[in-house]
């Protein structure tokens, strides 16, 4: 169990690395981990290389938060996914170049490879276009990610990741980015061929013995 000030730290970190790999850029992003009732999530309008520890906000599902720094304007989005997956402990969403580009279609991203799995399906599913930092938008995420998603892309904005820890979160944001930049890549080499729903089955059943599926704690 890590401490509150190693939590903020990891926050912190986290976020820098989102801006250093590409994933994010100035202030757009989001970072969270669940702690007691609520959470410790990134401040609204710092952007990482000037966020310090203490600028970490502790918030309530509610919104109610300690401290004199505004949360994220998209904590409800946080809040929303904590309380339908009690085993999320970690949460990222960002703006990676190509998982934004590809929310702009409006579509899912399918099984072309079968490291799609990963993600707790057979797609990478999109959530409807809502407006930012809204209770619509938490509400259209935390329904498309149901209870199995590990990840969703959001229409004309980004996309999200949660899992067992904010390490491992973190993990899932830039294998989709790896993952939306080869199929655009590949649609753009013409029709790209799916694998079936019995091959993806088959992946599913390979992943339970690889480590898929269990809770990641390897990581902040």
Sequence with gaps: MKTEAEIRAALVHYSRESVTRGLSNAT??????RFGEGMLITPSGIAPDRMTEDQI???????SFRGDWKPSSEWALHAALYRNRPEAQGIV???PTYCVALSTLREPMPAFHYMVASFGGNEVPCAPYRTFGGPELAEAVAETMGTTYRACLMANHG?????????????????LEVLARQYQLARTMGAVT????AEMDEVHAAYKSYGYGKPGTAKG
């Design 28 to 33: 757009a992003g989001n970072l969270s981990v």
């Design 57 to 63: 906000a502790e918030v309530a599902f509610d919104g």
């Design 93 to 95: 969403h960002a703006h």
């Design 159 to 175: 996309m999200i990741a949660l899992a067992g820890s904010l390490g491992a979160a973190f993990d899932l944001t830039e294998k």
């Design 194 to 197: 799916l694998l079936s729903g």
